[in-house]
């Protein structure tokens, strides 16, 4: 019998990141949750995942605009389950203002948090992956990835950098049994894109129900939101024996926002 895999998922509290801790806890993973809170609510999450499943979860504070605290998620990790087979790279933030105005803190934040922590994250697990001659490495990027929208510059700016990352890593791995790939969502009715609403009301001057229709989900042809759970399939997927061979590259699920 094979032991069970073990998966971090950075940022796993809330919507994508929990809907993929989910996903691994079914398949019987050990699971490490992460946020940069500390609350009583946080460890529950990993509790009520772990009775549900019968599976082995914890949750680990870490934030991961700090890289040494991104490394040592990774190094927690390990000291809990003994490696680390499956790593996302799931934590992310979003400020919407345009460029002029965009504040010098908010860029630094999204670029540390949506960018740099999957460098640092990744810089931990790979040895760790290449020590047990396999991993997974599933990072999840945006259509913002692959195409820009305004008054997102920090965001588009780090989700095209881990499309480059995702590569990069990609090749340096090739040999080692280790895969490193980006999952493109569209838009997803999460917290994250909950709390955009109000900006883009202010920025578009329009209600909620305008913005959601005519400038969130205008770009979205199927003019429907992407559910968590059909990201956390698709993260699953290309952790599986299956998508051994998918590397470097990445599986856009945005209803076909990209195709145009
Ligand atoms: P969310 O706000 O629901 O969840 C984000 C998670 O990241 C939360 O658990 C939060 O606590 C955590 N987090 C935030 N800052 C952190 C930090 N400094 N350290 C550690 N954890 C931190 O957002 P979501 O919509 O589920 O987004 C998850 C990922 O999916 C993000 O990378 C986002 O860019 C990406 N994405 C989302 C959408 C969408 O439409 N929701 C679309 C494309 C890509």
């Given at each position: 019998q094979t032991p069970p895999r073990t998966a971090v998922v950075t940022g796993s509290t809330s919507g994508i990141g929990l809907a993929i801790a989910r996903q691994f806890a079914a398949e019987g993973c050990n699971l490490v949750l992460n946020s940069f809170s500390d609350s009583p609510g946080d460890h529950a999450i990993a509790d009520g995942l772990a009775r549900e499943h019968g599976v082995k979860a914890i949750y680990v504070q870490a934030d991961m605009s700090k890289p040494e605290q991104c490394?040592?998620?990774?190094?927690q990790a390990a000291e809990a389950f003994g490696t680390v087979d499956i790593l996302v790279n799931n934590a992310g933030v979003q400020h919407v203002a345009p460029v002029e105005e965009f504040p010098i803190a908010k860029w630094d934040q999204i670029i540390a948090i949506n960018l740099s922590s999957a460098f640092h994250t990744a810089a931990a697990a790979i040895p760790l992956m290449k020590k047990a001659g396999h991993g997974r490495i599933v990072n999840i990027a945006s259509a913002h990835g692959l195409v820009a929208s305004p008054f997102k510059s920090a965001y588009v700016s780090a989700k095209h950098g881990i499309?480059?990352?995702?590569?990069?890593?990609?090749?340096e791995v090739a040999r080692d049994g280790i895969t490193c790939n980006a999952v493109c969502p569209g838009y997803v009715l999460t917290p994250l894109v909950e709390a955009q609403i109000p900006d883009q009301m202010k920025a578009h001057n329009m209600d909620r129900e305008t913005v959601i229709r005519e400038v969130m989900l205008d770009k979205q042809p199927t003019k429907e939101f992407v559910t968590v759970e059909q990201i956390a399939a698709t993260v699953s997927f290309l952790c599986s024996p299956a998508a051994a061979q998918v590397n470097g590259t990445h599986i856009s699920v945005d209803g076909g926002w990209t195709a145009a």
């Open positions: 490394r040592a998620l990774v190094a499309m480059g990352l995702t590569k990069t890593i990609a090749l």
